[in-house]
Nanobody, 121 residues
Framework: QVQLVESGGGLVQPGGSLRLSCTASGTTIIFNVMGWYRQGPGRQRELVAAMTSSGTINYGDPVKGRVSISRDNGKGAVYLELNSLTPEDTAVYYC???????????????WGQGTQVTVSS
């Protein structure tokens, strides 16, 4: 079974930075898309960043200019760096992965369990 495991969350101070990691297990496939979403207290889940296997990147508006996503397809991993953190960045960050199978004519989506990021002094 495919599992996505996140790590790197924790408590950071305003103005600081974070680096999150997500590694897939249970599969050797290359995900067409891997990325990160987040959901803060009382807020809807929103896109942070996503990246295709070929390198196309999409950043969510709230983090544009201070975010970077990267992938290691050989490791089945995706990473997120977020700088200039504010309390509004406090959220559970979820790893997301998609497989678009043209042969099977279906799209499979996977989610990690999430890692808590708290921005506070």
């Amino acid at each position: 079974q495919v599992q996505l495991v996140e790590s790197g969350g924790g408590l950071v101070q305003p103005g600081g930075s974070l680096r999150l990691s997500c590694t897939a297990s249970g599969t050797t496939i290359i995900f067409n898309v891997m990325g990160w979403y987040r959901q803060g207290p009382g807020r809807q889940r929103e896109l942070v960043a996503a990246m295709t296997s070929s390198g196309t990147i999409n950043y969510g508006d709230p983090v544009k200019g201070r975010v970077s996503i990267s992938r290691d397809n050989g490791k089945g991993a995706v990473y997120l760096e977020l700088n200039s953190l504010t309390p509004e960045d406090t959220a559970v960050y979820y790893c997301n992965a998609e497989v678009h199978s043209l042969l099977l004519k279906k799209t499979a989506r996977y989610w990690g369990q999430g890692t808590q990021v708290t921005v506070s002094s």
